[in-house]
Structures are given as C-alpha cells and as structure tokens.
C-alpha cells in the first residue's frame, strides 16, 4: 500500500511538473514573438540574438515536456529501461543548438562592432524590461518543477540566462541613450553569446557523461570498490561497473568473491544496504560467489568393470 501511495505521489509530481512547463512555453512564446518584432524594427542585435537563445529555450520546454510524457511509457520489447533517456538526448541537442546560434551572434556582433547601425534605443529598452519580468516569472514557475531531469534542468538554467541577457540588454540601451554609443548593442550581444556557449557546453558534457556510460559526478568507483571489498567476509570485487541511466536513475554491477565460509546471500544484503545509505545507489546487480582458493575440483574418471567371460 505504501509503494502504491509513492507511485501516485511520484505521479502527481510530474504531472505537476508538465504544468508548470507548458506554462512558462507560453510565457517565452509570447515573448519571443514580441522580441523579434521589435529587434527587427529597432534593428538590435542585441534583441535578436537573445530572441535565437529565447528560441532554444522555447525548444528546451518542449522537449522537456515530450520527453516526461514518453518517460512515463512502460519499459518492453528492446526498451528495458523505457525511453527515460529521451530527456538526454533532447539536453544534448539543446545544447548543441545553443553552441550554434553563439557563433553566429560573435560573427554578427563582430561585424557590427566595425560598422554599428542605428539602434532605437528606447525600443530596445522597453522589450528588455518586458522580457526580464516575464523571465523572472518563468524561472520562478520552472524552478518549481522537477530539476533532477537533464532536461527540466537545461530549460531551467537557459531561462535564467536568458534572464541575464535581458537585463544586459537593458543596460545596453541605457548606455546607448545616455552616450550615443551604438557599439554597446553588439558588446552586449557578445556577452549574451558567452553565456549561451556556456550553458551549451554545460548541457553537451553532461549529456555527454551520460551516452559514455561515465558513473555519476560525485561518485568513485574505486571507493565504492574499496567499500565493497572492506565488508565482512569479503575476498575480491572485480568487473565493477557504475552509470548513469538519466541523472536520477544510476545503476551499479559487480562480481563479489567471498569465503567458503560465508552466506551469500546475507553478504550480498548487506553490500545493497552499503551502497543505498552511503553512495545512494539503488538500482545494483551484485553477483555474489564463493571463492575457490584457486583450487580446482578434480574428476577422477570411473573404473572400468572387469570384463565377463
């Protein structure tokens, strides 16, 4: 009964989660399309190149929101662990994306910085102060949704940026209005593109750690090995091996030797027990034996019976 309630509570929270997420998509749609309007009528690339990140953003959400949907698709066929690792895939495309519009707004910025255009200023500045209240109301809805997921977290961390891009822009303008200095637009913009490399590179890594099977941050093995081997009738651990499945689901394999002496199973509990209170490890295969001593068993072949006249 109190794995049911879990598994409803669980449930609950994710749909919680689609929630929260569908609504701050509508929030940065909105606001994209108000973005790019105007970044084109006051000619700001500053506005235009937050406008590509508010579009990977705007990416990020829907991804995230389709990967929890098929995340809650049973595991079968092929698919053991169900299709829990689309929110990786969606983190690193995400990323990807984002390491792609960075280097065309440094080449953009750089071509501006040689010969600015004019800026409407105060234009510019009423769309980033529109943008940073409706990214502060964003951040605030996500913040409030599952960030154990890659994806929900990658969405996460690119509205809050996005929220810095903003209020950077808005600086922007205000330096422009006050100075008539144009080349502030694509300063900012250049900035702007470093904090979208940054959380691009963030998100390709970590997905990255994922597909090469890397056991999770924070975790080492060789501690784990050593912990395994330190236990009470223990005699050798070897083909050890941690990974991550999603950042919320890692998994752990091992081959346990222990003394002739020794219950295997009691031995193997008590390992589980180690590896869920001190590394938080709770999917684990342990394959627990006893050990040989390095004797082999000899087979002495049968006796042949006399033969009958």
């Known amino acids: 009964m109190a794995h049911g309630h879990a598994g409803h509570a669980h449930a609950h929270v994710r749909q919680a989660g689609e929630r929260r997420l569908a609504l701050a998509l509508g929030l940065i749609l909105a606001l994209l399309c108000a973005e790019v309007a105007v970044g084109v009528i006051a000619r700001s690339l500053a506005l235009l190149s937050d406008a590509g990140h508010m579009l990977t953003d705007a990416a990020a959400l829907a991804l995230s929101l389709l990967a929890l949907r098929l995340a809650r698709r049973p595991a079968r066929g092929a698919l053991t662990f169900g299709l829990r690792r689309v929110e990786v895939i969606s983190a690193q495309a995400n990323g990807v994306t984002l390491l792609v519009l960075a280097a065309f707004v440094v080449y ?4 501006r910085l040689a010969n600015p255009p004019h800026v409407e200023a105060w234009a510019v500045l009423a769309v980033a102060l529109a943008g940073a209240a ?25 509205l809050l940026t996005d929220l810095y891009g903003f209020l950077g822009t808005a600086i922007a303008a205000v330096v422009i209005l006050a100075t008539g200095f144009a080349r502030a637009d694509a300063i900012v913009s ?7 490399a940054r959380s691009g590179l963030g998100l390709v890594m970590a997905s990255g750690r994922i597909f090469l099977e890397a056991a999770p941050e924070g975790l080492d093995p060789d501690e784990i090995g050593s912990a395994l081997a330190a236990q009470r ?29 020794c219950d295997c199973h009691l031995a193997r509990r008590a390992m589980e027990q180690l590896l869920r209170e001190r590394f938080g490890l709770h999917h684990t295969t342990l394959q627990v034996d006893h050990d040989a001593g390095g004797e082999l068993l000899e087979i002495q072949p049968r006796a042949e019976s006399p033969a009958q006249p």
Do not use: C, K, Y
């Open 190 to 196: 250049l900035l702007i593109a470093t904090l979208m």
């Open 134 to 158: 409706v990214n502060v109301l964003a951040v605030s809805v996500v913040s409030g949704a599952d960030r154990s997921n890659l994806g929900v977290e990658g969405s996460f961390q690119h």
């Open 233 to 261: 009738g223990v005699v050798e651990v070897h083909d050890l091996h941690v990974w991550e499945v999603t950042p919320a689901l890692a998994a752990l394999s091992a081959h346990v030797l222990v003394r002739a002496d």
């Open 108 to 111: 953009e910025a750089i071509a």
